[in-house]
C-alpha cells in the first residue's frame, strides 16, 4: 500500500519536496550542532532545557491524544469515530516520532542513548519513558496498518488486534503521565513540583490532540473527497471544549495556591511566567497571548452556533492548538529554571540554528503524516 503515497497531484508532490527540503535543512545545521555541540544553541547553564525539550512535552500530548478516538469507538461502540480511528492512531505515529527525535537532538553525546540499553535503570523515570514511548510508538504502527490492510481487503481485522489496541489506552495515558512525572520529580524546582502536574498535561493532551486532528479533518474535506462527518468532528469539539475548560482551571488552582500561600519560591516563577519578572517580560507576553487565545477558543467552542460554523471551528481549534503549545512548550519547560536556585533570572531566546533544527523536525512529522494520510485516503477513495 505504500505505493499510493508516491502517487498525487502537482500540489502534492510540491507539499511533500517542501517538506523534504525543510528536514534536509534541519539535519545540515543538526550536523553542525553535532560538530560544534550544543554551544549553537541559546541554551545555558541556567537553562539546560530549552526548544527542543519543549516541543518533546506538547507532543507527548498530541501522541496521547489518539485515546480519545480508540476509547470510545472499541470501548463503547461509538461508530461515528469508525472512519476517523485510524488517523488518530497514525497522527500518535508521527507524534512519537517527532518526540524521541526531539530528545535525541536534546543530548550533546548522542550516542549516550545506548546507555539506556546497556545499563537500564529501572529506578529513572527517563528509563520507563523511553520504555512507554516506543512501546507506544509499537502499538499504534502494528494496529493502525493491521486494521487499514483489513478495511483494504474488506475483511475484519484479526482478533488479536484488539486487545492490543485496548492496551493502547492505559499506555497512551501513561506515556504523558510519566513525561510530567520527568518534571514533578525534580524536588529543586518549585515550579514544576506539584501533585497535578500529570493531570494538567492530561487536559491539555486531550484538547490540543483532537484540536489538530480536527484541523485535519476540515482540511481533508476541502482537499479530498474524505469526508470524517459531521457528528464526529462535533464530537471531537465537545471534547476539546471539555478538556480545554480542564486545563484552563487547573492552571487557575495552581495560581491560587501560589498566591494564596504566599511562598516566595513559587510567586517568583508564576510572576515570571504571567506578568515577567525585574524587566523580563519575553515569556510573559507569549502567555498572555496564551490565556487570549485559549479563553477565545473556549468561548467559540462553548456557544453551539459558532461550534457548529466550520471556518469559526478551524479558527477555535487553531487558537487551542497555539496556546497550549505556548503553554506546555517554552512556558512550562523555560519557567522552571527562572529564577535559578540562586535567584538568577537568565534569559532564554533561540537561535537560528536552534530553530532551524526545530523546523526540520516538525516537516520530519508532517512528511510522516502526509505519507500515511495519503495512503489512507487513497485506500478510502478506491473502496
Known sequence: MLEKALKGSVGYGIWVAVLLLLTANGLFF????????????????DVSWGLYIAQFTFLVGVAASAVMLVLPYYLHDYKAFGKITILGEFLAVAAVIMCVTFVFIDLGRPDRVANILLYPSPGSVLFWDVIVLNGYLLINIVTGWTVLESDKKGVPPPAWVKPLIILSIPWAISIHTVTAFIYAGLPGRGFWLTAIMAPRFLASAFASGPALLILICLLLKRLTRFDAGEKAVQTLATIVAYALATSIFFVLVELFTVYYSQVPGHM??????????????GIA?????????????????????????????????????LALWIEKGL??????????????????????PEAAITIGIWALGLLIVTLLYKVFVSLRQEL
Open 285 to 321: 507576553r507569549w502567555m498572555a497571548l496564551a490565556a487570549l487565545l485559549a479563553f477565545a477558543a473556549l468561548a467559540l467552542l462553548i456557544i453551539p452556533r459558532t461550534r457548529k460554523n466550520e471556518p469559526l471551528l478551524a479558527l477555535a481549534c487553531a487558537g487551542v492548538f
Open 331 to 352: 512556558g512550562l519547560v523555560v519557567t522552571g529554571f527562572v529564577p535559578s536556585p540562586l535567584e538568577r533570572i537568565a534569559d532564554y531566546t533561540p537561535t537560528l
Open 30 to 45: 543538526y550536523l553542525k550542532q553535532l560538530d560544534y555541540g550544543l554551544g549553537i544553541t541559546g541554551l545555558s547553564r
Open 268 to 281: 517568583h516563577h508564576m510572576t515570571y511566567l504571567f506578568a515577567g519578572l525585574e524587566g523580563h517580560t
